[in-house]
């Protein structure tokens, strides 16, 4: 018993040593990451072994104790001892050591049973063969538990041996927790955004995560060699990825200075040479050297400088609009107006400082309102449309006599935007706009009858006119000298010129107050241009222009009205008639067919001619060409475009000096829109 107590007392100091050292080595092995709670609570665990060892090693070092008081010492020990003899059998055991195995103390006659693990008596030939302590952990059933224990078995002089148990089952689940700790610590560390190294007291490179490697741009290969701080300054100041030092020793002294200053966390803001900016922050590590973070600044401080500039522009912009506006919390209380709201509503910046409800403001103005006879009732009425929440939008007639126009609007955080814009000088205008368009409407009411009365008025007599010279100029009554005939041909001439006039002038006017009417129908092209052309050329005094007339005699028919388009080329041809010379002239009328059924009418002459300044005057009412010397309205050009766009065509006109003119209107061979519009036989404008 005595040998067992020598050889359990030099067991207990190398196994309980060599457990608190394999537990330690791995605690130092994780010490980079590992969590600071878990970590005391391993280090209590040491420590208590450690006290537990060593209170045995000073039990059985009491060499004076008796074998009955150390057998009872060992008894009271909370872990199992045994004792195998020269046969590897066990003849002793503790009280602790037949718990865990479930058999009567100090029952030594079923070997078998003694076994903590089935595999035990192995481990102990083990240490019998190499005569050398030997340490391994196995998981044994005590009591419905599964237990992880750290068995250590060492060899006795009389060629048996010793062993005790301890039961690590806590300490291994603090490690596993500890080792899953590591691995989320270290992966939360490589998925970081942050650039993440840790350097050991001696300032070597511990760690390193990917995002450091991607903001350096640092050799992996020159990393993996743990180089020291002092030497990754140097690789990224040779690299220009520091900041920019006037003195860049200064600068390393102080960083490594750091190592043994700082004693809370320490920030710095590097401004790099490729327009980075970083926040570099340095914390105390648990190592004894420090944890360096580098976030990259950049996006964040351009978002911020984005959001200081919309903020300020948004500022100016409020400051300077010509409304009035004011934001209010979704409690009713004033939160932002502008100096417009306050000088509309004639409120002082400090009232409104206060942020009041919109009750108070209501109060406050309410010698602005025309508010009838109950004022509560209009006060709840505002109120309401505030309460509301959705966007309306009101006239406000004050007492001052301003008129205003008051939107609501619902903000995405919940406030109420309110405006007010001074509609007084609009509202005006419109009232005057009102009473000029009444006076217009009846100057067009006074126009149209004028026109109903030159119609009736003048051209009765001037019928007669016109019918009883062609009478005299016909000798119906008898032969005429010479002057009679002249001056009865004048008439007849004077009489047409001015039924052309009337004409005109009821055409244009017709035109424009969108009474004039188009009679649709389809007719031949061909014979109603021909019948133009040989009226013009019959109707006109020797000497004349010649006057050429080219178009296909089968070009077809078209819809439109067949009087509207013959008074559209007699127009125009009247008018390069007043051009061309008299003897040497010549006037083209062509019609042709173009791309997509379009009927071409053409005239063109060899007159003067007009400059191209002129073009877009040409078929202006009333507007005479410089150089034209002829008497005239000025109107036979306008009616021709007002008539060639009223059957959904165009005109266009092409001229140089000297060398004439063309005139050219574009319509489609069977308009659809007229066809449908004309499903009455007419069509009516305006």
């Given at each position: 018993m005595?040998?067992?107590?020598?050889?359990?007392?030099?067991?207990?100091?190398?196994?309980?040593?060599?457990s608190?050292?394999?537990?330690?080595?791995?605690?130092?092995?994780?010490?980079?990451?590992?969590?600071?709670?878990?970590?005391?609570?391993l280090?209590?665990?040491?420590?208590?072994?450690?006290?537990?060892?060593?209170?045995?090693?000073?039990?059985?070092?009491?060499e004076?104790?008796?074998?009955?008081?150390?057998?009872?010492?060992?008894?009271?020990?909370?872990?199992?001892?045994?004792?195998?003899?020269e046969?590897?059998?066990?003849?002793?055991?503790?009280?602790?050591?037949?718990?865990?195995?479930?058999?009567?103390?100090?029952?030594y006659?079923?070997?078998?049973s003694?076994e903590?693990?089935?595999?035990?008596?192995?481990?102990?030939?083990?240490?019998?063969?190499?005569?050398?302590?030997?340490?391994?952990?196995?998981?044994?059933?005590?009591?419905?538990?599964?237990?992880?224990?750290?068995?250590?078995?060492?060899?006795?002089?009389?060629?048996?041996?010793?062993?005790?148990?301890?039961?690590?089952?806590?300490l291994?689940?603090?490690?596993?927790?500890?080792?899953?700790?590591?691995?989320?610590?270290?992966?939360?560390?490589?998925?970081?955004?942050?650039?993440?190294?840790?350097?050991?007291?001696?300032?070597?490179?511990?760690?390193?995560?990917?995002?450091?490697?991607?903001?350096?741009?640092?050799?992996?290969?020159?990393?993996?060699?743990?180089?020291l701080?002092s030497?990754?300054?140097?690789?990224?100041?040779?690299?220009?990825?520091?900041?920019?030092?006037?003195?860049?020793?200064?600068?390393?002294?102080?960083?490594?200075?750091?190592?043994?200053?700082?004693?809370?966390?320490y920030?710095?803001?590097?401004?790099?040479?490729?327009?980075?900016t970083?926040?570099?922050?340095?914390?105390?590590?648990?190592n004894g050297?420090?944890?360096f973070?580098?976030?990259d600044?950049?996006?964040?401080?351009?978002?911020?400088?984005?959001?200081?500039?919309?903020?300020?522009v948004?500022?100016?912009?409020?400051?300077n609009?010509?409304?009035?506006?004011?934001?209010?919390?979704?409690?009713?209380?004033?939160?932002?107006?502008?100096?417009?709201?306050?000088?509309?509503?004639?409120?002082?910046?400090?009232?409104?400082?206060?942020?009041?409800?919109?009750?108070?403001?209501l109060?406050?103005?309410?010698?602005?309102?025309?508010?009838?006879?109950?004022?509560?009732?209009?006060?709840?009425?505002?109120?309401?449309?505030?309460?509301?929440?959705?966007?309306?939008?009101?006239?406000?007639?004050?007492?001052?006599?301003?008129?205003?126009?008051?939107?609501?609007?619902?903000?995405?955080?919940?406030?109420?935007?309110?405006t007010?814009?001074?509609?007084?000088?609009?509202?005006?205008?419109?009232?005057?706009?009102r009473?000029?368009?009444?006076?217009?409407?009846?100057?067009?009411?006074?126009?149209?009858?004028?026109?109903?009365?030159?119609s009736?008025?003048?051209?009765s007599?001037?019928?007669?006119?016109?019918?009883?010279?062609?009478?005299?100029?016909?000798?119906?009554?008898?032969e005429?000298?010479?002057?009679?005939?002249?001056?009865?041909?004048?008439?007849?001439?004077?009489?047409?010129?001015?039924?052309?006039?009337?004409?005109?002038?009821?055409?244009?006017?017709s035109?424009?107050?969108?009474?004039?009417?188009?009679?649709?129908?389809?007719?031949?092209?061909?014979?109603?241009?021909?019948?133009v052309?040989?009226?013009?050329?019959?109707?006109?005094?020797?000497?004349?222009?010649?006057?050429?007339?080219?178009c296909?005699?089968?070009?077809?028919?078209?819809?439109?009205?067949?009087?509207?388009i013959?008074?559209?080329i007699?127009?125009?041809?009247?008018?390069?008639?007043?051009?061309v010379?008299?003897?040497?002239g010549?006037?083209?009328?062509?019609?042709?067919?173009?791309?997509?059924?379009?009927?071409?009418?053409?005239?063109?002459?060899?007159?003067?001619?007009?400059?191209?300044?002129?073009?877009?005057?040409?078929?202006?009412?009333?507007?005479?060409?410089?150089?034209?010397?002829f008497?005239?309205?000025?109107?036979?050009?306008?009616?021709?475009?007002?008539?060639?766009?009223?059957?959904?065509?165009?005109?266009?006109?092409?001229?140089?000096?000297?060398?004439?003119?063309?005139?050219?209107?574009?319509?489609?061979?069977?308009?659809?829109?007229?066809?449908?519009?004309?499903?009455?036989?007419?069509?009516?404008?305006?």
């Amino acid at each position: 018993m005595s040998q067992l107590f020598s050889d359990i007392n030099s067991l207990a100091v190398i196994g309980v040593t060599s457990s608190v050292a394999a537990i330690a080595a791995f605690a130092l092995t994780q010490v980079i990451t590992k969590n600071k709670k878990e970590k005391n609570n391993l280090q209590k665990e040491i420590d208590k072994l450690t006290n537990e060892n060593n209170n045995l090693e000073k039990i059985l070092s009491k060499e004076s104790l008796e074998n009955n008081d150390k057998q009872q010492i060992l008894n009271k020990i909370t872990y199992p001892i045994w004792q195998r003899d020269e046969n590897l059998e066990i003849i002793f055991f503790n009280e602790f050591y037949s718990k865990i195995i479930d058999i009567a103390p100090n029952d030594y006659e079923n070997t078998a049973s003694k076994e903590l693990h089935k595999t035990s008596k192995l481990f102990a030939e083990k240490v019998k063969e190499t005569k050398l302590p030997q340490i391994e952990r196995k998981h044994v059933i005590s009591s419905g538990d599964r237990r992880l224990f750290q068995i250590t078995e060492v060899p006795l002089s009389d060629g048996g041996t010793v062993g005790f148990a301890r039961d690590i089952t806590e300490l291994e689940e603090a490690k596993n927790e500890m080792k899953l700790h590591v691995a989320v610590q270290e992966n939360l560390l490589e998925s970081s955004a942050s650039a993440v190294a840790i350097y050991s007291a001696d300032r070597h490179l511990q760690y390193y995560n990917n995002a450091f490697i991607n903001l350096w741009k640092l050799d992996e290969s020159f990393l993996s060699n743990k180089p020291l701080y002092s030497e990754i300054l140097e690789e990224l100041r040779e690299k220009r990825r520091l900041p920019e030092q006037a003195n860049f020793l200064e600068f390393k002294k102080r960083n490594m200075a750091m190592f043994t200053t700082i004693t809370d966390k320490y920030e710095e803001i590097y401004h790099l040479p490729s327009g980075k900016t970083l926040r570099m922050v340095a914390i105390p590590h648990e190592n004894g050297g420090l944890l360096f973070s580098y976030e990259d600044l950049t996006d964040q401080l351009q978002l911020e400088r984005t959001y200081n500039t919309i903020i300020s522009v948004n500022k100016y912009t409020m400051e300077n609009l010509s409304e009035a506006v004011a934001v209010f919390h979704e409690d009713g209380k004033l939160q932002l107006w502008n100096p417009v709201f306050a000088d509309m509503w004639q409120v002082s910046s400090d009232f409104l400082k206060e942020k009041p409800h919109l009750s108070e403001i209501l109060e406050k103005t309410q010698f602005l309102y025309e508010f009838g006879e109950d004022w509560d009732l209009f006060k709840q009425t505002i109120l309401s449309i505030f309460n509301k929440r959705h966007s309306e939008n009101q006239k406000l007639e004050r007492t001052d006599g301003s008129i205003l126009e008051w939107h609501t609007a619902p903000l995405p955080d919940g406030n109420m935007l309110m405006t007010y814009n001074d509609i007084t000088a609009s509202m005006n205008v419109q009232k005057s706009l009102r009473a000029e368009k009444k006076a217009l409407e009846e100057a067009h009411n006074i126009k149209a009858s004028f026109l109903e009365n030159v119609s009736y008025e003048l051209r009765s007599p001037l019928t007669s006119i016109k019918g009883f010279s062609e009478v005299l100029m016909k000798k119906y009554f008898g032969e005429l000298n010479e002057k009679q005939e002249e001056y009865t041909k004048g008439i007849f001439d004077s009489a047409e010129k001015l039924n052309l006039f009337i004409t005109n002038i009821l055409d244009i006017s017709s035109i424009d107050a969108g009474y004039m009417t188009l009679e649709i129908e389809e007719f031949d092209i061909y014979n109603a241009i021909a019948n133009v052309v040989t009226d013009i050329k019959t109707s006109i005094e020797s000497p004349t222009p010649n006057i050429i007339f080219k178009c296909p005699p089968k070009i077809g028919r078209m819809s439109g009205d067949e009087e509207r388009i013959k008074q559209i080329i007699t127009n125009i041809i009247r008018n390069s008639i007043k051009f061309v010379d008299k003897e040497t002239g010549e006037i083209i009328v062509k019609i042709s067919i173009k791309r997509g059924g379009i009927i071409e009418f053409s005239v063109k002459d060899n007159g003067a001619g007009i400059s191209s300044d002129e073009w877009q005057h040409i078929f202006k009412k009333f507007y005479k060409v410089r150089n034209d010397t002829f008497s005239g309205s000025g109107l036979g050009l306008a009616i021709a475009k007002s008539f060639v766009e009223l059957h959904g065509g165009k005109i266009e006109i092409k001229s140089k000096v000297n060398l004439g003119t063309e005139i050219k209107c574009s319509f489609p061979r069977h308009n659809k829109d007229l066809l449908k519009k004309n499903s009455a036989k007419e069509v009516q404008l305006g």
